[in-house]
């Protein structure tokens, strides 16, 4: 073990997490601007518990369409509808920043469970050596860390007789 202390590891370590999560951040922001718009609009209604209250209850995701000199655009809004017809506008931009919160919290709890799993994994290979106190054995030296075989066996070959 080297002679950091711990505070030093602590200090490498938190590049790395906001390296991360900066990753995360950037990537589902990229998922949220091409599955609702491109993909699959009606994403957007899942986030109807969040917006959308008694009477208005039923959500619907609307798609407009118009032409002008630049070409054509699509904007893609929520409404929030009652029984009646009536009707309020909930927008694009509130349930997309709620499926982006969503999209990210998928993945970070993701690469929790990735990073544990291979912490584990590493922990359950190196425990029979941490409970019998032996260090880990190499083959090329003996106990006393001295070199105990040739340089042929170092090498993979063995000597001919």
Same mark, same amino acid.
């Given at each position: 073990?080297?002679?950091?202390?711990?505070?030093?590891?602590?200090?490498?370590?938190?590049?790395?997490?906001? =390296?991360? &999560?900066? $990753?995360? @951040? *950037?990537?589902? !922001?990229?998922?949220?601007?091409?599955?609702? %718009?491109?993909?699959?609009?009606?994403? =957007?209604? &899942?986030? $109807?518990? @969040? *917006?959308?209250? !008694?009477?208005?209850?039923?959500?619907?995701? %609307?798609?407009?369409?118009?032409?002008?000199?630049?070409?054509?655009?699509?904007?893609?809004?929520?409404?929030?509808?009652?029984?009646?017809?009536?009707?309020?506008?909930?927008?694009?931009?509130?349930?997309?920043?709620?499926?982006?919160?969503?999209?990210?919290?998928?993945?970070?709890?993701?690469?929790?469970?990735?990073?544990?799993?291979?912490?584990?994994?590493?922990?359950r290979t190196d425990a029979p050596l941490r409970i019998q106190g032996n260090p880990p054995l190499n083959r090329h030296s003996d106990v006393s860390g001295e070199g105990s075989c040739t340089d042929n066996e170092r090498q993979g070959s063995r000597p001919q007789p």
């Amino acid at each position: 073990m080297s002679g950091e202390r711990p505070a030093d590891q602590t200090q490498r370590r938190s590049p790395r997490i906001l =390296a991360t &999560l900066a $990753a995360i @951040l *950037f990537s589902t !922001a990229i998922l949220g601007a091409v599955l609702p %718009v491109a993909i699959w609009p009606g994403e =957007a209604k &899942l986030t $109807a518990p @969040l *917006f959308c209250e !008694a009477p208005y209850t039923e959500p619907i995701i %609307v798609s407009d369409t118009f032409h002008d000199s630049e070409g054509q655009s699509t904007n893609y809004s929520m409404y929030c509808v009652g029984d009646r017809g009536q009707h309020t506008e909930v927008g694009f931009l509130r349930p997309w920043l709620a499926l982006w919160a969503l999209h990210t919290a998928h993945v970070i709890v993701l690469v929790i469970l990735v990073r544990t799993w291979r912490w584990m994994a590493t922990r359950r290979t190196d425990a029979p050596l941490r409970i019998q106190g032996n260090p880990p054995l190499n083959r090329h030296s003996d106990v006393s860390g001295e070199g105990s075989c040739t340089d042929n066996e170092r090498q993979g070959s063995r000597p001919q007789p």
